[in-house]
């Protein structure tokens, strides 16, 4: 899995358990640590480099775990608060949330 945005690539690292964004190819500019189960994805923190904070890292680290998440048919447990705030504003994603209410059928 391989999310670029503008100069970031956001990537699954699952040997560290972790989505790492990337800038210029090589430097590492944060991750998010999680553990996974089959059927559940715990996001528990998130780290942006100093020299990249204000850059959008986080919220292209976020966006790209989350649409994994889905993408691969898992839930999330979300404990790491820049997630949690992050959610308040994109609630598209809310449906993945492991105690979200099932989505209402339509017709």
């Known amino acids: 899995m391989t999310i670029m945005s503008a100069d970031i690539t ?3 690292n699952p040997d560290r358990r972790r989505y790492e964004a ?3 190819g090589t430097t590492i500019a944060g991750f998010i640590d999680h553990q996974e189960t089959s059927e559940l994805v715990v996001l528990t923190h998130t780290e942006v480099e100093a020299s990249f904070e204000g850059r959008g890292v986080g919220s292209a680290l976020a966006r790209a775990a989350l649409d994994d998440i889905r993408d691969r048919g898992l839930r999330a447990l979300v404990i790491c608060p820049f997630i949690l ?3 308040r504003n994109h609630h598209e994603y809310r449906d993945l949330l492991f ?3 099932p989505a209402k059928a339509t017709d």
Do not use: E
Request: no cysteine; net charge positive; proline share 8%.
């Open 10 to 12: 956001v990537t699954r």
């Open 22 to 24: 990337s800038a210029g």
């Open 85 to 87: 705030g992050w959610l």
């Open 99 to 101: 105690n979200a209410p």
